[in-house]
Nanobody
Framework: VQLVESGGGLVQAGGSLRLSCVRSVSGYSYGEYCMGWFRQAPGQEREAVTSIYTRDASTDYADSVKGRFTIFHDNDENVVYLQMNDLKPEDTAMYYC??????????????????????????WGQGTQVTVS
């Protein structure tokens, strides 16, 4: 899976950004992917932000972004978006799109943990920088 992110930039606290992640078309239906976003700030460990299972659009969010960030996808365009509102300086980081095929269905993904699945099996994009001043 090849992933290309875009949409990062510099924004003032309280502002919004929308990140995009385009997934290259493969032999799998778009409805069989677990996709998500991770971020890493300088000197800090990489952390999971959010995930989506394209089969049923189920989502997960880190506590730090709940209520502010929204992940959604466009099946026709093979794109996953991350809408980030009410941005804070602590959101400053490199944001990475991650994706992996998941054929086991939503229950097994929930059991395994989407963030764990992405960490262990995911393909990663190059990242896009988000800076909140």
């Amino acid at each position: 899976v090849q992933l290309v992110e875009s949409g990062g930039g510099l924004v003032q606290a309280g502002g919004s950004l929308r990140l995009s992640c385009v997934r290259s078309v493969s032999g799998y239906s778009y409805g069989e992917y677990c996709m998500g976003w991770f971020r890493q700030a300088p000197g800090q460990e990489r952390e999971a932000v959010t995930s989506i299972y394209t089969r049923d659009a189920s989502t997960d969010y880190a506590d730090s972004v709940k209520g502010r960030f929204t992940i959604f996808h466009d099946n026709d365009e093979n794109v996953v978006y991350l809408q980030m509102n009410d941005l804070k300086p602590e959101d400053t980081a490199m944001y990475y799109c991650v994706a992996t095929v998941w054929l086991g269905g939503p229950e097994s993904l929930r059991s395994a943990g989407p963030f764990v699945v992405l960490q262990r099996f995911g393909d990663w994009g190059q990242g896009t920088q988000v800076t909140v001043s």
